[in-house]
């Protein structure tokens, strides 16, 4: 292996560790210090690859970020129809945040955000575009009426899914966050459903939840 | 004065200091001796209310909890439908928490108390059982179909108003609070109403926002 390339497995295993620490006890109660003794490493270690808490918070905000929109673009370039993207998205990126310990505290850290000196407010931004994204798509597929006001829907859709999963988090550590993504396409869908779609539609968000749940 | 009214008032005021420090720079960021110089106490004086950074911390979110609470409290009691007092209670809420520091801090570090040794759940579950309440009696006004799952119906309404309050936060400092939450009323309207109120109901969101907002 290349130096570089061992560079790179040491920053993702310090990625990890982080994540662990941070997803633990969040970014106020971390430190350096339980960092190294999570990655295994000498501070002098640690602070080569990341001078500060801060910026070892905000690889994995990058991180969790990036694995989002990996799936997003996979998503946003498949052949389904808008609408099924749309609910798979939230679906998957639920499975996401449920399972996956970087993605976890990514978002954890992405809530607390307030604590860093940068607020974090691009991939807020991402969802609510990719959002309005697949709403033109859906009404290019006669599936969501065209009187919808789509930028005022992803306004609305992409936070609710935010609360959702925070929500979900406090109270049960995301165990019933499928049920509660599933409520949550049976109150939004009948606002955006072109009428003649709705019988085939209103159990959409129950089939992605069998299938990507 | 007496020496108890000064200590009560001693206390409140405190609160609103550590409230402008936590408000400002999060839990994480925010120290005893900062809110030792905002309240314009000795690190003596502040103790002596106060045991540690936690248990002040946990005042705010109890003060923010209360103000809510007492809000909750008021509109529970009064003679409006009961959709237009679930309504009434997000915007008068959203209004609270974009105007009033402490409220403001209480949110955030409710937010951010996975920081703390104990997770703030009650005001999660408090605000989804007011909920469930207004819509059950929204559904004895003929206002809302007696076939919605009022349950559900409140697990989504309570976690999205949460997420949109945050989005908010994050991307405009609340200034877009009330336009969307215009949004997000008018888009879990269409699934809660009863057919034959929609053209009476359709406009409440917007009219809510002009009284209340």
């Not at 905000?58 to 929109?69: K, M, P």
């Not at 052949?79 to 679906?91: C, D, I, K, T």
């Not at 005022?152 to 979900?168: E, H, K, L, N, W």
């Amino acid at each position: 292996m290349t130096q570089q390339a061992r560079a790179v497995e040491t920053r993702a295993a310090i990625i990890r560790a982080a994540a662990d620490v941070f997803g633990a006890v969040g970014y106020g109660g971390a430190s350096m210090a339980d960092i190294c003794v999570a990655a295994g490493l000498t501070k002098g270690a640690l602070y080569f690859h990341f001078a500060s808490k801060e910026a070892l918070a905000l690889a994995v905000i990058d991180a969790q970020h990036e694995r989002a929109l990996g799936l997003g673009d996979e998503l946003l370039h498949s052949e389904q129809p808008g609408l099924h993207v749309l609910l798979r998205m939230a679906f998957e990126l639920g499975k996401q945040v449920r399972d996956d310990p970087v993605s976890r505290a990514g978002i954890r850290l992405t809530m607390e955000s307030s604590n860093l000196s940068v607020p974090v407010v691009t991939p807020y931004e991402d969802w609510i575009a990719a959002c309005e994204l697949l709403l033109r798509r859906a009404i290019l597929d006669g599936d969501v009426r065209a009187d919808v006001d789509v930028a005022a829907a992803a306004r609305f859709i992409s936070p609710a899914f935010t609360g959702v999963q925070v929500v979900s988090g406090v109270l049960t550590g995301r165990a019933d966050l499928m049920q509660r993504l599933v409520e949550m396409w049976s109150f939004v869908l009948p606002s955006l459903v072109v009428p003649e779609r709705w019988d085939v539609l209103r159990t959409l968000p129950a089939e992605m939840a069998d299938v990507w749940g």
